[in-house]
């Protein structure tokens, strides 16, 4: 059995909390700090498997419509993974923060699922500067 160089558990458990050692967010700016250097790309990648138990049940699950709750904790636990390697990614190439992150899913064959988390390594610095205030003339 292979040994996984990644500190991070692959299965993160029922609480999702994000990473408190890299500032990640959806939008291209950080309130209350500059951003002093733009690193570039990063991305953290998994690719998870369905199991056979968990297919066949979807199956039958799916005749009686609503949400398939096997499912949906796989792609929570993947969308968790992925944000962890992306933010683990992003602290090797320097930054303590990632803007713009974004989330892309696919399938690869009929049981595995890819989840990729993308964004934009940045360092950025508190910004004490007070905000000026909008005016139309």
Same mark, same amino acid.
């Given at each position: 059995?292979?040994?996984?160089?990644?500190?991070?558990?692959? &299965?993160?458990?029922?609480?999702?909390?994000?990473?408190? &050692? @890299?500032?990640?967010?959806?939008?291209?700016?950080?309130?209350?700090?500059?951003?002093?250097?733009?690193?570039?790309?990063?991305?953290?990648?998994?690719?998870?498997?369905?199991?056979?138990?968990?297919?066949?049940?979807?199956?039958?699950?799916?005749?009686?419509?609503?949400?398939?709750? @096997?499912?949906?904790?796989?792609?929570?636990?993947?969308?968790?993974?992925?944000?962890?390697?992306?933010?683990?990614?992003?602290?090797?190439?320097?930054?303590?923060?990632?803007?713009?992150?974004?989330?892309?899913?696919?399938?690869?064959?009929?049981?595995?699922?890819?989840?990729?988390?993308?964004?934009?390594?940045?360092?950025?610095?508190? &910004?004490?500067?007070?905000?000026?205030?909008?005016?139309?003339?």
């Amino acid at each position: 059995m292979a040994v996984s160089s990644n500190p991070r558990p692959l &299965d993160p458990g029922p609480i999702y909390a994000p990473p408190t &050692d @890299v500032l990640i967010v959806t939008t291209p700016y950080l309130t209350g700090y500059r951003v002093t250097r733009v690193i570039g790309a990063t991305f953290g990648l998994i690719v998870r498997s369905r199991g056979l138990g968990q297919n066949i049940w979807a199956f039958f699950r799916s005749w009686a419509g609503g949400e398939i709750k @096997v499912y949906t904790q796989l792609l929570e636990q993947a969308r968790h993974v992925a944000v962890q390697r992306l933010s683990d990614h992003a602290k090797s190439l320097g930054a303590n923060a990632v803007l713009s992150v974004g989330f892309d899913t696919s399938e690869l064959g009929p049981a595995m699922t890819e989840v990729l988390a993308y964004g934009t390594a940045v360092v950025v610095e508190p &910004d004490a500067t007070p905000a000026q205030p909008v005016t139309l003339r």
